[in-house]
């Protein structure tokens, strides 16, 4: 058995920031490196419990509370306020030691850690500038694994997977680790963005140039992404007429506000994501294959949480951090909720799990089974009897699932569940696009946004 102190000594030489808590939580060990880094001494780590450093806002998570729950290792973004104030954002991965069935030592190491500011308000001030970002399932790791190999890189970067598993975060992470984390990140939603307003939203306009439009002008997104990164979420939703202009602005680096004669250069790091294979929506025609290859130089396939099933407690108990602290309940999932939990196969993904938690910890008590938060599958036997003389009139639904699903995704839903209703109408696309008032092209976007298809 190695001695005690001489495993200190040994850790005490390695560049890593490495730590120790027992199985309370309190502090035993900090190596030299990780003292340094949090410009701290073992005076004032030392002995500190971190449960209490959550409580006293020291922290604004406690990775050992997830590690302790989950029994498994996590990987968490954490702000952390050392004893002089100051916050650093560092990046912790924690790993159980169990012995007898018994959680005895979680051993700590600090992947990053990043001076931020030097008041005690920081901590609040850059809580949503710095996300936590949670994964323990090796298929997670791996994915992060190929973000950090690419994070400095100026190239473009394809991020990939089903609607909710957490893209943005990823994206968001990826221009944290890169030379342009001083600068903003623009987030776009492409599948917001109006045709006709596309060329005003994101190239800006020149003052005068239409009626209502601000008298000085207006700055377009690509441009105040100059000199930071430009997300382009959904970008499989952008019309045809927009991707020829994207991509004019990726291969010149130039954009020309509407109203204007002069072109503005721009620099800025590009990453996109889609929730559907471009590849297929190039073979129906409906993306650009110059654009595709123009995106898909780095593709990051983020799976879905199915299939890291890992990564399913570790949020769960963030989330119940996260929204106990918000309406100041004290909820524990119980182990057979937990069962629950891994059970489910998750449909929504990671936003779901969110969603879910929040109800549970706003009712207050955790139920036994999940049933009472899942919300009921789209009734297909009402759409059974329509024929091709039927109206296209769609009595909406009532709102079934939980009330805290944001607006937009609940409307989402609905439109949804009316193209289902139209499709199974044997109607043509052109017939519904004319009776819904859209354009066919429009009605061809959102099928392929929902994955729906003709009844045969």
């Excluded at 901590?123 to 994964?135: D, E, G, K, V």
């Excluded at 929730?275 to 396939?301: A, G, P, S």
């Excluded at 929204?323 to 449909?347: C, D, I």
């Excluded at 009712?363 to 091709?388: F, L």
Aim: proline share 4%; glycine share 6%.
């Amino acid at each position: 058995m190695i001695d005690r102190a001489l495993l200190y000594k040994v850790l005490d030489t390695l560049d890593e920031c490495i730590f120790i808590v027992d199985e309370s939580g309190t502090f035993i060990y900090a190596n030299k490196a990780h003292l340094a880094a949090l410009e701290e001494t073992p005076d004032t780590i030392i002995g500190n419990n971190a449960l209490d450093m959550q409580r006293n806002k020291q922290t604004n998570i406690s990775v050992f509370e997830i590690v302790r729950e989950t029994a498994s290792p996590v990987m968490i973004r954490q702000l952390y306020v050392n004893s002089s104030g100051d916050t650093f954002d560092t990046l912790i991965r924690q790993t159980p030691i169990i012995e007898n069935g018994k959680l005895k030592y979680s051993i700590g190491v600090c992947k990053q850690c990043i001076k931020l500011y030097t008041d005690n308000d920081s901590l609040h001030r850059t809580a949503t500038r710095y996300p936590s970002f949670i994964y323990a399932d090796p298929r997670m790791r791996e994915v992060v694994v190929q973000a950090n190999r690419i994070a400095n890189l100026d190239v473009n970067v394809l991020l990939t997977g089903e609607t909710g598993v957490g893209k943005d975060v990823l994206a968001e992470y990826i221009h944290e680790q890169s030379r342009h984390r001083a600068e903003r990140m623009v987030k776009i939603n492409c599948a917001a963005i109006a045709e006709n307003l596309f060329d005003s939203e994101m190239f800006g306009y020149e003052k005068g140039t239409f009626t209502g439009a601000l008298s000085g002008g207006k700055m377009g997104l690509i441009e105040s992404a100059n000199g930071g990164s430009l997300f382009l979420d959904e970008i499989n939703s952008l019309p045809l007429s927009a991707q020829g202009k994207l991509l004019y602005v990726i291969e010149n680096k130039v954009i020309r506000r509407v109203g204007s004669s002069k072109d503005t250069t721009v620099h800025f790091r590009l990453i996109t994501a889609s929730n559907q294979c471009l590849e297929e929506c190039v073979r129906r025609q409906e993306f650009r294959q110059d654009l595709f290859y123009r995106l898909n130089i780095i593709t990051i396939r983020i799976p879905p949480l199915r299939e890291r099933p890992g990564d399913i407690l570790p949020l769960a108990e963030y989330y119940v951090q996260k929204y106990n602290r918000r309406y100041g309940r004290k909820v524990v999932l119980t182990a057979n909720f937990r069962k629950e939990l891994k059970k489910h196969t998750w449909p929504g993904n990671v936003r779901e799990l969110k969603h879910l938690i929040e109800r549970v910890v706003i009712d207050g008590e955790v139920p036994e089974k999940m049933d009472q938060y899942q919300a009921p599958s789209i009734d297909m036997s009402v759409v059974d009897g329509i024929s091709e003389k039927t109206p296209l009139k769609y009595a909406p639904q009532p709102i079934t699932g939980t009330l805290l699903t944001p607006l937009s995704e609940q409307l989402e839903e609905c439109e949804k569940q009316i193209l289902i209703y139209a499709l199974h109408s044997g109607k043509s696309n052109r017939e519904i696009a004319m009776e819904l008032k859209i354009d066919p092209a429009t009605l061809s976007r959102k099928i392929t946004k929902y994955k729906l298809r003709f009844r045969n």
